[in-house]
């Protein structure tokens, strides 16, 4: 792309008050315009929140209306189920999500900075095995992932779900963000380290590890929150019989009172409340995951 | 420099282990029993060559779907990143009132599938929200069966799909843009171009590297799409929005075909890979061209 160099005018042009006004009013459009467009895209969420604190009646008569009066009776029955679907699949989940993030990070950055000492041709062909992996669609692999878990004995296991989680592509994305972060750290300070006899694995822990912080905030995030809204591989892993991710619960419960509107949007609005929550409090580094993604 | 510490080794000997069992090996699993007619209702499989491939050509289940499949994703990957540039474009200001508008429109990509596809059931059902507002508003005089009839069911699919991924797309592009210096513009200004003229000699080239990764993921994420489609239509109606993940679930799950479900794995395995790395590969090539 070639740009034609800046030719600096004498004094800057002055505005006059006619011209500003417009400016102002301009600003005031798209301020207008940026604010309706979003929040007829956020629509659908609005929704969810407001009729999750509406009796049936209030949804019906105007599903779009504010909840005046307000009522938590839809969440306290979503709660207060026989089946305790939402707690049982809150635990479910969160032990699913803290184990394999939590095996996926130490494997993925180890075998990333493993990966940076050996042969450049090597690590070229390790890392487009890996990426194959981001791109292959689940379903694809999901009947062959059963069987060898069939073989051994972990089928409709948590253990099973969590290994097949750790083992897929979820450990390709980890490899990715490392290997790419890794690039940016200098060699001297690896060796240094080495140089004063620390062990490899102890410099991977000591010295690496620390440096890598931004990266393991990027995979425990997004990891984190797609291992919780997975929907295939517990459906089909773990089974009917073997309890509930809240996804898997969520969509059991849900087919059963399609009518039933304050239930449905009561379960909805408690099973969405964590990831949401998670993602407002940790925007910043939700954003930042992405920019360095989209612009390296 | 002291090579190879066996314990860092051990490490990365166990995530490549178990990549290589959970990726690799249940790919070339389904490459073998794609040439067998495995049946759990049979005693024992059979090695019957490519005639599960000789199959697929007759399947017009498999057909409509993969068609539906590529449609889906080539539209749905053009709409979410046109609003993703467009949405961008509006919500790029520092003011805190456009951080929070930039915050809220991330929000679609946080909710799973499961979620999305049960609101917007509710929304465009016979009796639904948005039948409820057009009806009103006398824009339509009978409410519209979004969900009810192949073709709208099918165009629902993808608004559904489209809202989700422009959570992402506009993130994506709005990092692009902010890596864009300001020097670029002024010095355009200062040339005498006009606005349109900076969108196409300025933001659009400087965008590509951005659009590149947004266009890859929104290809890959629709051509594996599964959980919505399961909330919003099933699949239905008459199989209009079985997507080929959704198929393949049923081939192996529902009419316990492994041989032919693994068939069709591979199918979709390998039009993933050609259309994820074309696409991919065009965009490279654009960047450099803009």
């Known amino acids: 792309?070639?740009?034609?160099?800046?030719?600096?005018?004498?004094?800057?042009?002055?505005?006059?008050?006619?011209?500003?006004?417009?400016?102002?009013?301009?600003?005031?459009?798209?301020?207008?315009?940026?604010?309706?467009?979003?929040?007829?895209?956020?629509?659908?969420?609005?929704?969810?929140?407001?009729?999750?604190?509406?009796?049936?009646?209030?949804?019906?008569?105007?599903?779009?209306?504010?909840?005046?009066?307000?009522?938590?009776?839809?969440?306290?029955?979503?709660?207060?189920?026989?089946?305790?679907?939402?707690?049982?699949?809150?635990?479910?989940?969160?032990?699913?999500?803290?184990?394999?993030?939590?095996?996926?990070?130490?494997?993925?950055?180890?075998?990333?900075?493993?990966?940076?000492?050996?042969?450049?041709?090597?690590?070229?062909?390790?890392?487009?095995?890996?990426?194959?992996?981001?791109?292959?669609?689940?379903?694809?692999?999901?009947?062959?992932?059963?069987?060898?878990?069939?073989?051994?004995?972990?089928?409709?296991?948590?253990?099973?779900?969590?290994l097949a989680n750790v083992g897929g592509g979820y450990l390709s994305f980890a490899v990715f963000v490392y290997s790419g972060f890794l690039r940016s750290i200098p060699h001297e300070i690896v060796e240094a380290a080495e140089v004063d006899g620390a062990g490899r694995l102890r410099t991977w822990w000591t010295i690496v590890m620390p440096l890598l912080r931004p990266a393991t905030a990027t995979v425990a995030i997004f990891l984190s929150l797609w291992i919780w809204n997975d929907f295939m591989n517990p459906q089909f892993i773990l089974g009917p019989l073997r309890g509930q991710t809240i996804t898997t619960g969520l969509y059991l419960s849900l087919g059963q009172y399609t009518t039933n509107y304050a239930q449905l949007f009561g379960v909805m609005f408690l099973a969405a409340i964590l990831p949401v929550a998670g993602y407002l409090a940790l925007q910043k580094q939700f954003v930042a995951g992405l920019s360095t993604g989209a612009t390296k | 420099?002291?090579?190879?510490?066996?314990?860092?080794?051990?490490?990365?000997?166990?995530?490549?282990?178990?990549?290589?069992?959970?990726?690799?090996?249940?790919?070339?699993?389904?490459?073998?029993?794609?040439?067998?007619?495995?049946?759990?209702?049979?005693?024992?499989?059979?090695?019957?060559?490519?005639?599960?491939?000789?199959?697929?050509?007759?399947?017009?289940?498999?057909?409509?779907?993969?068609?539906?499949?590529?449609?889906?994703?080539?539209?749905?990957?053009?709409?979410?990143?046109?609003?993703?540039?467009?949405?961008?474009?509006?919500?790029?200001?520092?003011?805190?009132?456009?951080?929070?508008?930039?915050?809220?429109?991330f929000l679609p990509q946080v909710l799973s599938g499961v979620i999305v596809g049960f609101v917007w059931r509710y929304i465009l059902a016979q009796d639904g929200i948005l039948n409820e507002v057009l009806v009103r508003t006398g824009i339509v005089d009978r409410p519209i069966t979004w969900l009810g009839s192949p073709l709208l069911a099918s165009f629902s699919v993808g608004l559904v799909a489209a809202w989700v991924l422009t959570?992402?797309?506009?993130?994506?592009?709005?990092?692009?843009?902010?890596?864009?210096?300001?020097?670029?513009?002024?010095?355009?200004?200062?040339?005498?171009?006009?606005?349109?003229?900076?969108?196409?000699?300025?933001?659009?080239?400087?965008?590509?590297?951005?659009?590149?990764?947004?266009?890859?993921?929104?290809?890959?994420?629709?051509?594996?799409?599964?959980?919505?489609?399961?909330a919003l239509t099933s699949g239905g109606p008459a199989n209009a929005t079985q997507s080929t993940a959704l198929y393949i679930v049923k081939l192996a799950f529902t009419d316990d075909r492994f041989g032919y479900a693994s068939g069709v794995a591979m199918l979709l395995l390998v039009v993933s890979a050609v259309v994820a790395l074309s696409v991919t590969g065009l965009l490279r090539r654009r960047e450099v061209d803009l």
């Open chain 2, 167 to 230: 959570g992402f797309t506009t993130v994506v592009h709005v990092a692009a843009l902010q890596s864009i210096p300001v020097e670029l513009h002024q010095a355009a200004i200062v040339d005498g171009a006009g606005p349109w003229q900076r969108f196409r000699r300025i933001t659009l080239p400087m965008l590509a590297p951005g659009t590149t990764i947004s266009v890859t993921i929104s290809l890959i994420t629709m051509l594996k799409l599964y959980d919505i489609i399961v």
């Open chain 1, 1 to 162: 792309m070639t740009l034609t160099e800046t030719r600096p005018r004498a004094g800057a042009p002055t505005t006059s008050a006619p011209d500003r006004r417009r400016r102002a009013w301009a600003a005031r459009g798209h301020l207008t315009a940026a604010g309706l467009l979003t929040l007829a895209f956020v629509s659908p969420i609005y929704l969810t929140v407001v009729n999750a604190f509406k009796t049936q009646d209030q949804i019906i008569r105007s599903p779009s209306a504010p909840p005046v009066p307000p009522t938590t009776q839809n969440l306290t029955d979503a709660l207060g189920r026989s089946d305790k679907i939402i707690q049982i699949g809150l635990a479910n989940s969160a032990v699913t999500v803290l184990v394999s993030v939590l095996l996926i990070i130490p494997l993925g950055a180890a075998f990333s900075f493993w990966l940076t000492r050996r042969p450049a041709r090597f690590r070229r062909i390790v890392l487009a095995v890996f990426a194959a992996g981001l791109m292959i669609p689940p379903a694809v692999v999901l009947l062959p992932t059963i069987r060898i878990l069939t073989f051994l004995h972990l089928d409709h296991t948590y253990p099973g779900l969590i």
């Open chain 2, 1 to 105: 420099m002291r090579r190879g510490d066996p314990a860092l080794g051990a490490v990365a000997a166990l995530a490549l282990g178990l990549y290589a069992l959970f990726i690799v090996v249940p790919l070339g699993m389904s490459a073998w029993k794609s040439l067998t007619d495995e049946n759990p209702l049979l005693a024992q499989a059979n090695f019957v060559g490519l005639a599960n491939y000789r199959d697929m050509v007759h399947d017009d289940a498999l057909t409509s779907s993969l068609t539906f499949t590529l449609l889906l994703a080539g539209a749905v990957t053009l709409v979410a990143n046109a609003a993703g540039i467009g949405f961008a474009l509006l919500l790029n200001r520092t003011s805190l009132s456009f951080r929070a508008m930039r915050t809220v429109a």
